[in-house]
Each structure stands twice: as C-alpha cells, then as structure tokens.
C-alpha cells in the first residue's frame, strides 16, 4: 500500500476543485497546478504577465515549503501559458525562485485556464529524506 501525505497551507491558494495542493509520496511531492490567486482573497492577480507569473511561482514555494522543502527540491515543472510571448517573462521570474541547476521544465500553450488566468505551473519536487 503505497501511503500519501496531503499537503495544505494557507500561503497558497485553497484548491478550486477535486484536488489537494499538494500530494506526497515517498519522498516525492506533487504540487497541483497553481494559478496566479491571492491567497487571502482567492482573487487572480493578473495586472500584468510579470504579476501573475511572480504570483504563481510564490504560490508553488509556499506549497513546497509547506511540505519541507523548497523550489530548489524540484525536479519536473510544466508551464501553461495562454500566451507564448511571455517566454521571456516566464524566464526572468523563475530565475528569482530557483537556483542552477535548474529543474527539467516543459512549456505549453493552451487556449485558456481557470478563472481566465494567463499562466498555471505545476511541480514535481524529490525531498531529502531525514
């Protein structure tokens, strides 16, 4: 039986749907697609492309750290982005929240995502082992 550790925190946006935050395995955690929303608010933050991207970014640390680790613990992230123009952005921002050797990354564009939202990543993070 394999035994999974939910991981919740309100540094990060509550789930809009049938999902946890986060899900732990082993030492292995998976941090479900974060959208650029306010936690306290549970509003997007989409000013800009820049705010967004920071946002969700911020949202997958709380997450990560939650479960004890940190973004620098990741290994895999899948980016969606309704507009690939941002690529650029997308890479100026995760430079403020990783650390080299960065993580294997995927980035798509998809015709939309919840609540209207420009951006949506979500992570695969390996933890120590204490």
């Not at 749907?17 to 306290?40: E, M």
């Not at 993070?125 to 204490?130: A, C």
């Given at each position: 039986?394999?035994?999974?550790?939910?991981?919740?925190?309100?540094?990060?946006?509550?789930?809009?749907?049938?999902?946890?935050?986060?899900?732990?395995?082993?030492?292995?955690?998976?941090?479900?697609?974060?959208?650029?929303?306010?936690?306290?608010?549970?509003?997007?933050?989409?000013?800009?492309?820049?705010?967004?991207?920071?946002?969700?970014?911020?949202?997958?640390?709380?997450?990560?750290?939650a479960?004890?680790?940190?973004?620098?613990?990741?290994?895999?992230?899948?980016?969606?982005?309704?507009?690939?123009?941002?690529?650029?952005?997308?890479?100026?921002?995760?430079?403020?929240?990783?650390?080299?050797?960065?993580?294997?990354?995927?980035?798509?564009?998809?015709?939309?995502?919840?609540?209207?939202?420009?951006?949506?990543?979500?992570?695969i993070?390996?933890?120590?082992?204490?």
């Open positions: 039986m394999t035994r999974r550790r939910i991981i919740r925190t309100d540094q990060a946006p509550d789930a809009i749907g049938t999902y946890s935050q986060a899900v732990q395995t082993g030492n292995t955690l998976y941090i479900s697609g974060q959208i650029p929303l306010v936690p306290a608010t549970m509003e997007p933050d989409t000013e800009t492309f820049e705010a967004a991207a920071r946002r969700v970014f911020s949202n997958l640390k709380a997450v990560a750290e479960a004890g680790g940190s973004l620098n613990d990741a290994v895999k992230i899948n980016i969606s982005m309704t507009d690939l123009a941002n690529f650029a952005t997308v890479n100026q921002v995760m430079a403020e929240f990783f650390s080299e050797p960065y993580p294997a990354r995927a980035a798509v564009g998809v015709a939309s995502l919840p609540k209207g939202v420009p951006i949506e990543v979500e992570a993070l390996v933890l120590d082992q204490d």
